[in-house]
T-cell receptor
């Protein structure tokens, strides 16, 4: 079993839709939870990070962490064609050494 | 432009050969991380250097090695290349040991034929 599970998609939605992206994990030691966006032929770009449980909002993006369920989500409101990309979740722990594990990424297509 | 520079952008080489990938971190960043991204394995952590010293090691093969130089640029050496080594190799950097996000370069696409 992978430490971080993420549905690879692809996920196709119409412009303006609310998008929900999710990851589950098995290691309760993870402390920081991140979302990266990766456009084709580019490196991942950090969107948001959250420490421990709770919500964080940044413009059209909201990140949620539920440590009790080992489940994290990224919501994108009013999705735009420019949001079409691969979204990777990532989680970090300093237990037993610094470690960041990435999910496989979900491909998102937003249709105009 | 993220500030992390990777060269070359593309590399095509034959099995059994050796290649060197180069990374210049963002100005001021002391940590460099190397990742391999393939279609079936996702983004896999290889190794981290901090101010010239190896800091953490992930799933890096013995055929692969890396170093960070005094000017903080880093090189990833891949030898005895196999077809399965074909992947995108990313370098990322951060100011120190960070748990909440790195800045990635645009990657080097390696194709082994």
């Amino acid at each position: 079993q992978k430490e971080v599970e993420q549905d690879p998609g692809p996920l196709s939605v119409p412009e303006g839709a609310i998008v929900s992206l999710n990851c589950t994990y098995s290691n309760s030691a993870f402390q920081y939870f991140m979302w990266y966006r990766q456009y084709s032929r580019k490196g991942p770009e950090l969107l948001m990070y959250t420490y421990s449980s709770g919500n964080k909002e940044d413009g059209r993006f909201t990140a949620q962490v539920d440590k009790s369920s080992k489940y994290i989500s990224l919501f994108i409101r009013d999705s735009q064609p420019s949001d079409s990309a691969t979204y990777l979740c990532a989680m970090s722990s300093n237990t037993g050494g610094f470690k960041t594990i990435f999910g496989a990424g979900t491909r998102l297509f937003v249709k105009a | 432009d993220s500030g992390v520079t990777q060269t070359p952008k593309h590399l095509i080489t034959a099995t059994g050969q050796r290649v060197t990938l180069r990374c210049s971190p963002r100005s001021g960043d002391l940590s460099v991380y190397w990742y391999q991204q393939s279609l079936d394995q996702g983004l896999q952590f290889l190794i981290q250097y901090y101010n010239g010293e190896e800091r953490a090691k992930g799933n890096i093969l013995e055929r692969f090695s890396a170093q960070q130089f005094p000017d903080l640029h880093s090189e990833l050496n891949l030898s005895s290349l196999e077809l399965g080594d074909s992947a995108l190799y990313f370098c990322a950097s951060s100011v120190g040991d960070t748990l909440y996000g790195y800045t990635f370069g645009s990657g080097t696409r390696l194709t082994v034929v």
